[in-house]
């Protein structure tokens, strides 16, 4: 159960630090933007780095978690640290449930997200990283059910 809640809340900081990693790529969109509009001869462009930091500080966990666990799980690094319990045919048969349900749940959310995509104008000169915000709101409430109905096993 431990293993369960360790894997949702890495796979949720994941998405987060994404979504922050992805603020400076916005902003430096934007910036090219209003360079295009303007016209201007000369023009510099930062980004700020420390946006990536929680990337850099989630994957060197990933890794050593990867790194300890790797003689009792056998699972492929690129669905780490997705928790995947196939030991026996329940274990089986209620992973294949809850991916069933978490992809199901994609076919609910992903039409709200579009309506939501309705009102970004509103939101534009406000809070400019809205689609950013809109479009990770599917894998988290994918991520979200997956757990939810595969913690079943674990109880």
């Known amino acids: 159960m431990k293993r369960l ?8 900081c994941t998405i987060i630090a994404f979504g922050l990693a992805m603020i400076p790529l916005i902003q430096l969109t934007n910036g090219l933007a209003d360079l295009i509009r303007n016209d201007a001869s000369g023009f510099s462009v930062e ?4 946006w990536f930091l929680p990337v ?30 196939s030991d026996d045919e ?3 048969a209620i992973t294949a449930k809850a991916s069933h ?22 939101f534009t000169d406000v809070f400019s990283i809205y689609p950013m915000v809109v479009v990770l709101i599917i894998p988290f409430v994918q991520v979200t059910v997956y757990y939810l109905k595969i913690r079943r096993i674990y109880m």
């Open 5 to 12: 809640w360790f894997s949702l809340m890495m796979s949720i």
């Open 56 to 85: 850099v500080l989630l994957a060197i966990i990933e890794a050593i978690d990867c790194l300890w666990n790797k003689r009792k799980n056998k699972s492929s690094f690129w669905i780490y640290p997705l928790v995947n319990p």
């Open 101 to 122: 349900d978490a992809f199901f749940t994609i076919w609910a959310v992903a039409p709200i997200c579009a309506g939501l995509m309705c009102f970004y104008p509103l």
């Open 47 to 50: 980004i700020k780095v420390v």
């Open 90 to 92: 329940r274990e089986r």
